[in-house]
């Protein structure tokens, strides 16, 4: 796929009647590029999935489906990465207990402010047994 192509797909699509983000994604599953047409199937779900589900219940669904918490769990940095995704799942849900209203695009905006601010959820170390080791990320020793 080269940005020509992509560039193709994008004039088609505008010359439509539609809304150009609905056109685009008309234009991309009709294109004879698999990935591109899978990728664009899965946009699809993930907004359906946004506009049904809760924000906690969107999230738990979307690690599954997007395959990270398969691919997390396959990586030799598994502990720091469930690590991090923990401390993502714990700000997600303090944000829908203090805010049950917010939608995904809610969250996403929270989470821009947070970056733009140079603040972050900490990472939480990995609760373990309590005669084991505690493992935690340098961040989250601190």
């Known amino acids: 796929m080269d940005l020509g192509h992509l560039l193709r797909l994008q004039n088609k699509a505008k010359s439509q009647d539609h809304h150009l983000r609905n056109s685009l994604f008309e234009a991309f ?3 004879n590029d698999m990935f591109i047409t899978s990728v664009v199937q899965k946009l699809i779900s ?3 999935l946004a506009a049904n589900k ?3 219940q969107f999230f738990e669904e979307f690690l599954g ?3 990270y ?3 997390a769990l396959a990586q030799e940095d598994r502990i720091e990465r469930l690590s991090v995704l923990n401390s993502f799942f714990d700000e997600i849900k303090n944000i829908a207990y203090l805010h049950p209203e917010y939608s995904i695009v809610d969250f996403i905006t929270y989470m821009e402010d947070l970056d733009h601010y140079g603040l972050s959820p900490m990472t ?3 609760r373990t047994q309590s005669d084991a080791v505690e493992l935690m990320t340098a961040h989250g020793s601190k």
């Open 29 to 31: 599953l009709a294109d």
């Open 46 to 48: 993930f907004e359906q």
């Open 65 to 67: 489906i997007s395959g």
């Open 54 to 56: 809760t924000l906690v």
């Open 69 to 71: 918490r398969d691919y």
């Open 124 to 126: 939480q170390p990995i």
